[in-house]
Every structure is written in structure tokens, then in C-alpha cells.
């Protein structure tokens, strides 16, 4: 045994909490769930039909971040486009580290995938022609992008939320929190460790397999448009269990958040700039002319890192959004959700100029997965913002990120079809003093450590990073760690879990000494793929490792020269 003399840290050890199954209520199921956005929903009903899963979500069931997508899904639906097309603007905005097999797999299943999403009851908006309506958002060509209004992301939570119910046979475990994923004397994941929030009580939920849909990690920042459950729980269980988690430093920033003191940031989608929107400097000039071809419909991080030279320039702390030119009628017909966002917030969108500015948004990182969401951890599958799959490189394209949920859930259901075998149930696991965190003698309450946290993302871990302020960074994380003693508190859990990411994400920033979609350094500012052509993996048990990409590079390299009007 360990001497427990000396505890293993936040950052070091297997569990965050002690327990012993033999002692716990235990639910079994062949597979189960955790999530219920688009990625979670997906995967249990398409799993249902092969076997019995259960699902279980940290808050009500539409708490997520699906909820809140406002632009829409891609999909090469329409009649100019292709999937090859997706394909190339993909791997043009994913900078040279997408893995071209995934990005093919994911933009030619996509059409399949839309027309199973429409049969469980998402309507999409149609053009007049009566074909489906498409729009435009940032790094996209062409208009590719099927949309529910402005709210399009909670069309397909209720769709999706519905037909769960409507089966009834899908047992939804709501208040329950992942705390660790479980694994046998082999390795092999068999189930989660679970707080029942409302009973206040740890619990087992066994399964011959997990499908980890716990979306992304958007709240290690002050200033996200994430809502309050994304707490990076699902990377920081599936690291702590030995899974290889990857691509973490990079962390998209939206350009358009509503710069108001709202937590979290109302979004003002890129579907605007889409139908024509402008953004303009303190000077009234449209700034993204001169940068990019596509103007204000560049890739994001584009887009976002030139708001912030913008931002400095002017000694502001956003830019202006003009939308005025699209008229009342228009504004509200299409987008009635940002018209209400925009006027609570004091803001007439026909009439002002919107004050926006950049907000983390989207971890690109996440869980290593291959191309059926199988983790490095057998047993154990990832999907949605959760994962890693190599679709979006070094930077996602706009609305690639329901697809991804959509097409690697239903990918995984059919591999569990061939994978599941039954399995000895697992004797009892237990966790003592030598696998989980130690007490800390400076206790920190988990609202201070928040607020540090922020502090230390929001000054050295952002849109632009040196190395000393990422070893800066990264020293005040590890003593947050230190200060930190889990608990069955929730707040608690989902600090430790931030503030695990918040390393992941700072070390991975650290090592890459280069500059390349949305991390950019600022004593390495060019992108160099000699060197960093490939992948940051970390995993609990050994220092970060660099993976490069065997593959010869991708091409385009380069969005084709459209410009706008
Ligand atoms: P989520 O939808 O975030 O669901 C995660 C689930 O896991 C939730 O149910 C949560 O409660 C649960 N969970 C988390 N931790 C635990 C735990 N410890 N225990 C139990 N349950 C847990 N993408 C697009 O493609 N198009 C868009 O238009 C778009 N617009 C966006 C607008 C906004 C404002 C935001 C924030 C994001 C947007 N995105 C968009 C990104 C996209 O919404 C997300 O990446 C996507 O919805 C993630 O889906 P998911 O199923 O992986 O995770
Ligand atoms: C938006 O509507 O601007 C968000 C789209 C996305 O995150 O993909």
C-alpha cells in the first residue's frame, strides 16, 4: 500500500473520492449515458435499440450547452455544395490538424445523420423554394448551415428529449453527477461513480459500456458564452482513469458575445454576419476588410484575435456589431431570440450598434477518441464537445460541433452493437486513501478558487499566451490544487474538475511553441509545422508527449478566394 502519509494531489490521484461499491446502491445496465445534449440524447437512443442503457445528466435533462446553439447544423445539403466542399473548408479552418479520415467520415454521413435527426421531429426552416433554408457562418464558402430560427439547438433538445420519453424505456437518472469513471483490475471501464445530488449520497452505476457525452469546459474562463454546467467533468474523470486526453490548449473564442456584464455571455451568432452584418472599429471602419477574404465571415479565430488588436487599438473593451442595414422585419423574423437577447439587454438591433467582443466558447480538445468514439480505456466511449475525434484540428469550423455529436453518437451505437459481450459482473471496487485526494490544510471554498481560476485564465491562458504567463498560470493552478479537499459538495467537484482541466489546458499551451488556429503565442507567432504537426496527448501516469502526424500534410491549406460584397 501507499504511504498515505503523503496523499496524492488533486493532480495526481486515481478518484476524488473514497468508496466501496459493496456499500452503495448499484443500478446495472448494458450501457450507460452520461449527458443529455445532442451527443448523449443521441447515443442512448440509437443504443436502445440493441440493448438496455441508462442515462444520467448533472442537472434537469435540457440543461446543457446544446440548448443554447443559436446558428444551426452543417450539413453539404444544398444544391451547389458537395461534401468534398465540406471537407476542403474543414481542413482549411481545422489548420493542418484534422484527421482527414474522421473530417471524410463526418461530412459524407452527414446528410444520413440530418434526415435521422428530422425523424425524430426537428423541423428545420425552409426556403421559399420549399427545399430546406441554408445559411452562412464564419469559414464556410457557402451557405451550408440548417437552422431552427435562432434556436436551433433547443428545436433538437426537445425533439431529441421527446422521442427518449416517447420510447419509455430508457431510465433518465436526472441530478446525478459523474464523479469518476470505474475500472476493473484489467483496465477495462465498467460504470461511474455517481452523487445523487438530491439524496446527497454516492452511487455505482455498472455497464458493460460508458458513453461519456459530457460536453465541454467553457467555465474555466470568466467571460464564455458556456452555461453553468460546463465544468470539463468528463475530461478531468476520464484523465483521472488514464485516458489519453489531447488538443486541450486549444480553445475557441467566439467573436460576438454581447460585451455586457451577463454571465454567461449572450451570444449574437455568427448567423448574422452570415446575412450580412458588419462588425466595425471605434472609428466606424469595417476593420475585417483587410485581413481576410472572407471579411467578417473568416474562421473565428481570425476573426476573434483580430477584435482583440482591434479592442487594444481603441482602448475598448468590444467592437461594434452592425446589423442595422437588415431592417426591423427581417431582424425579428429571423432571428427572435437575439432581437429579445439584444433588447433585455438595452439594445435595439435595427436601430444601435451591437457592443460585442470575444468569449470563450468551444474546447476543441478533449477525450481521445478514434473513428467509433472508442477511448484509449476499453469500455469507455466519448462523443460531442467531450472528445477528441480529429475533426476540427487546431480550430472548428462554425456548426461542425452538433454535427460532431450527431454523427460520432450514432457511430458509436453501431460499434457497441458488434463490441458489447456480456462481462462478468465486477467483484466489488474500492477506493482507499492511497488512490484519492488527500485532505488540504488550506482549505480554499470553492467559490475563491473559481474566482482565482479566472483570474489566472483570463490574464495568461486566453486568446494570446507567453510562455511566462503560462508558467505563471500554471503554478497558481497547481497551488489551487493543493487547496482544494473534494467532498460529495457539488461545488466542490466541479472546481476540482475545472481547475484539472484548467492544468491540462495551461500544460498543453506550454509545451506547443508555436502558433496555429486558436492557440497563439506570442513568442512563437508562427505556425510550424515542421515541429508541431501533430498532437499534445496527456495522460495522468506520464509527462505530455508529442504525437506527430504521420500523414502527408492536408491540403487546402487555404480558403479559395470569395469575398463578400
Ligand atoms: P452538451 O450539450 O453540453 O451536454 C452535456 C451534458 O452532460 C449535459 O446534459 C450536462 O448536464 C451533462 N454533464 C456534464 N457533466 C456531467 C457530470 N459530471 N455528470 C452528469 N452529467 C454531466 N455548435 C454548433 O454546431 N452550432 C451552433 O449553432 C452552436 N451554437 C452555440 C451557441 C452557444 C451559446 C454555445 C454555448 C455553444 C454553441 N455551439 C454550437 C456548440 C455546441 O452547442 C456544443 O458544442 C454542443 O451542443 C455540445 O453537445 P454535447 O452533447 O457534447 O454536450
Ligand atoms: C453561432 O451561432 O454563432 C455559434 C455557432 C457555433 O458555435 O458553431
Redesign the pocket.
Known sequence: MADVLNPPSLLSARYLLAFDTSRLTVHESDVLV?????????AALHASQDFSVSL???????????????????GAVGEADSSELHLADTLVVGQGLCDERVVRAVVTEAAAALDALQGFGVRFDLADSGGVALAR?GGHTLPR?L?SGDK??AA??QALTSALIDRGRIPVFEH????DVLTGPDGRCVG?L??DQIAGRLEAHLARAVVL????S?QAFSV????L??????VA?AWRAGAHVTDLEFVQF?PT?LDHASA?R??V???LRGEGAYLLDCDMQRFMIDIHPLAELAPRDVVSREIERVMARCGRSNVWLDARHLGESYLRSRFPAIWKGCAEAGYDLSRDLIPVAPAA???VGGVVVDIDGRSSISGLYA?????ATGLHGAN?L????????LVF?RRIARALAHEITPAQKPAALVADADMVVGPSDITTDPATAIAALHDLTGSYVGMTRTAEGLARASDGIDQLARGLSPSTSLPV??AA?LITVASLLTRGALVREESRGCHSRLDFEDRDDEHWRGHVVMCRERAPWFEPLTAAPQTPDSQPDIGRD
Not at 452520461?34 to 443521441?42: K, N, Q
Not at 442537472?59 to 443559436?70: H, K, P, V
Not at 446525478?176 to 464523479?179: C, E, K, P, T
Request: hydrophobic content about 40%.
Open positions: 452520461v449527458g443529455s445534449g445532442i451527443a448523449g440524447l443521441t444520467l445528466t448533472k442537472g434537469e435533462l435540457a440543461e446543457t450547452n446544446t440548448w443554447y446553439a443559436q446558428g444551426g447544423i452543417a457562418e448551415v437552422h436551433t439547438g433538437i433538445q446525478r453527477f459523474l464523479v461511474a455517481v452523487l457525452a459530457t460536453g465541454g467553457g464564455t458564452t458556456n452555461p454546467i460546463a465544468t470539463g467533468d468528463g474523470a467566439h458575445a454567461p449572450f451570444l451568432s455568427e448567423a466558447h468551444y474546447q462523443s460531442g464537445e467531450v472528445a472548428r462554425a456548426s461542425n460541433s452538433l454535427l460532431e455529436g453518437s467537484l466541479e474538475n
